[in-house]
């Protein structure tokens, strides 16, 4: 959630919706706008009921929503968001590769949240959709030509950690560019192919309700619950590191 001049705009929302409207109401701010970087697949996203719960409006880039069951606003390239005195940007088209809306959002040029395309250590793993090749291809070019050129003293926060030592002693999951070039090896792999290679062999274990939970998040089907907390449970493996 981000909070400016008494206006928020809460970004991948996860299902416990009441958390978000707790905080809103605490610091005395009207949640205005609601956004998915992505149709997720680790987790049963909260962003459309978030939405509908405070009447604030819900985005996610149109690419994302093949099959799905719910109306959203539609992120188009180069969309502003504006709320309180900060705004909300698309950053160049989309980051694709970890799906092919993948979309990272720039808080007033200081703080880029990029969901599951860049983490701390590692990026987003390109096969959950079955189509790992052209995927990390995608995710190539989303990170020699966009966050390579990113500057050192950008702030990243990645939706959520590829590894529990990437919280960092402040409490939170993220690190400046700079530190991240210097210690997540794959953003050097300049050759296409090494690196299409290396994001195709090193994802791991796919996880084992992927599936489902995208159907959940595309409102296709509705489960009660106790299965979406089984479902959520156990390892995160949603990204993929060199």
Known sequence: MVISAGEAV??????????YI???QQESARIVHVLDTHLHADHISG??????K????YWIAPEETEGAKFKYEPLQEGHLVLFGTSKLQVV??????HTVGSTSFFIDDNYLLTGETLFVSGLGRSDLKGRAKEMAEMMFDTVINKIAKLPDDMVILPGHYADVQ????FGYVGAKMEDIRKNNSILHVKDKQTFVDTAVTNVGVTPPNHDTIIAVNRRQIEVLPHEQTEMESGPNRCAMHS
Do not use: S, Y
């Open 10 to 19: 809460v970004v991948d929302a996860n299902r416990h919706v009441e958390e």
């Open 22 to 24: 707790r905080v809103a």
């Open 47 to 52: 962003g459309l009921e978030l939405a509908q």
């Open 54 to 57: 405070v009447g604030a409006k």
């Open 92 to 97: 160049g088209i989309r980051t694709p590769g």
């Open 166 to 169: 990437e919280m960092n002693e």
